[in-house]
């Protein structure tokens, strides 16, 4: 088969899709011209033991992470989010780029990144060893989980201890001996075993107020001298666990410290799931049933009783009710309270933890520096319900864009095995058509034939009958 490019691919989908993948001259000119990190008359918080919890290949680090216990079994946890809106203006050529694309492109090929890497991986991250100014979110979580007393500045932190989530959760479960970047930092470990039980209360409250307790995982393309050798299931393990609690608990701080101040907000919604009727059948096909009525703390316990009854489908179970949950979007709320965040049973949320990589995120921390300077909103309403109806839509954009080159990445690996069959899962079913994704490898293509009576989250055997690799297509029939 004849070689195909795809970084080029990437960048085609891209531009099709409204995305820019390289920063416009203006752009690249403003970021040369910034020499050094931001500096502040700001508090002086870098003595406590931060770390940072990301990804083993992550440069652009967003958040750290510390708490301190008190003798009462609370305790104050400080989330520091990078201040990228101290080097990246307003209205400036940076500003500009990020707003058109949105979010960081994450594509087998390459990383196409919102900010340039001048800034995202260094200046605005939140490196280790270096002086950096953050927005720091804190809030006290009693023994029951409940967050109060919550609170928002800047200040100087430095990151102590850039860890990473395989080995931290490896440590978490005994497996593996201690990180050595933990090791070598005084207090991290200790912070690490402390974050880690105020996540758990964090989520056992969440999850009984109706949070979702999924285990579904999205498929790598594991790329090796430039050609795609496999593809790899990002498993959530014990520390992703740990900072997506952290972070959704600060997300709800963000959100109601801008209500408090009487400031609007781009909150993140997931609205009721037009395909209740499905998960009800899913539900029913395994013996346990959900009520007429979507009600996430109904789902929540039957994904419970689920985990325990059958763990080893427990993944292909969380796929279906992830993809019939449907999509998050970004709405202007002014008042206090929206529509709210089904799959996280929470009303106030929005993004603000990722504003190397996320312009959402970057909007929301300009709205909390104005907030804590008692300054008006840096964004006029109707600004702000434009921009969330464009962060949305550039986001499907994006995602469409990364699923598009999985596919290629995908369909380059199974051009060879034309003709075999294979165990999948429907992922998909609808007038546009019906999807699957095979076991293993983790692969997903449309049924081209033979899918009559095919419905989401149904086990089935198919067979493999082309490959598209320019156009990301796998087509298979009913086996």
Request: with cysteine; hydrophobic share 40%; net charge neutral.
């Amino acid at each position: 088969m004849t070689s195909v490019d795809l970084e080029q691919l990437a960048r085609r989908a891209m531009i099709e899709r409204g995305l820019a993948p390289d920063f416009p001259a203006d752009a690249i000119a403003q970021a040369r011209q910034l020499k050094e990190p931001a500096v502040d008359s700001v508090p002086d918080q870098r003595y406590l033991p931060w770390c940072s919890i990301d990804n083993d290949d992550s440069r652009d680090l967003d958040q750290l992470t510390v708490a301190e216990a008190a003798g009462d079994g609370s305790a104050r946890v400080f989330i520091a989010i990078a201040d990228v809106d101290v080097m990246v203006g307003k209205d400036t050529p940076l500003d500009e780029h990020a707003q058109q694309n949105t979010t960081s492109v994450y594509t087998p090929a390459r990383i196409f990144p919102m900010l340039p890497e001048r800034l995202s991986t260094d200046l605005t991250s939140l490196n280790p060893d270096e002086d950096r100014i953050a927005v720091v979110i804190s809030f006290v979580v009693d023994r029951e989980g409940a967050v109060g007393r919550e609170e928002v500045r800047r200040s100087v932190v430095r990151n102590h201890a850039k860890l990473a989530y395989d080995s931290v959760a490896a440590w978490l479960d005994s497996a593996h001996r201690m990180p050595r970047e933990m090791a070598e930092a005084d207090g991290v470990a200790d912070q690490v075993r402390l974050q880690n039980e105020i996540a758990n209360r964090l989520r056992t409250r969440r999850h009984e107020a109706g949070a979702l307790d999924l285990a579904s995982s999205e498929a790598r393309a594991v790329v090796t001298d430039g050609r795609v050798s496999g593809l790899r299931r990002d498993e959530k393990n014990r520390a992703k666990a740990l900072i997506e609690d952290l972070m959704i608990a600060a997300n709800g701080t963000t959100a109601r410290y801008l209500a408090g101040k009487g400031l609007p907000s781009i909150r993140r919604v997931v609205r009721t799931p037009k395909r209740w009727d499905r998960l009800q059948v899913l539900a029913r096909e395994v013996g346990d049933r959900l009520p007429d009525v979507p009600d996430p703390k109904a789902l929540s316990d039957f994904l419970s009783r689920r985990r325990l009854a059958d763990p080893v489908r427990f993944p292909d179970l969380s796929l279906s009710v992830v993809k019939l949950l449907g999509r998050g979007e970004y709405v202007l709320t002014r008042a206090q309270r929206d529509e709210g965040h089904f799959g996280l049973a929470v009303t106030d949320y929005v993004h603000s933890t990722a504003p190397n990589r996320r312009y959402p995120d970057l909007i929301t921390q300009r709205l909390l520096k104005a907030a804590i300077a008692g300054r008006p909103s840096p964004y006029t309403t109707d600004q702000l319900e434009a921009l969330a109806t464009h962060c949305t839509r550039q986001e499907d954009a994006a995602e469409k864009v990364e699923r598009q080159i999985r596919k290629s990445a995908a369909a380059l690996l199974l051009s060879s095995r034309i003709g075999d069959r294979f165990d999948a899962i429907v992922t998909g079913a609808s007038a546009k058509g019906t999807w699957v994704r095979t076991f293993e490898p983790p692969a997903e293509g449309r049924v081209v034939r033979g899918f009559d009576g095919m419905d989401v989250g149904e086990r089935v055997t198919v067979r493999l009958t082309r490959t598209d690799v320019v156009r990301g297509f796998i087509d298979f029939v009913g086996a």
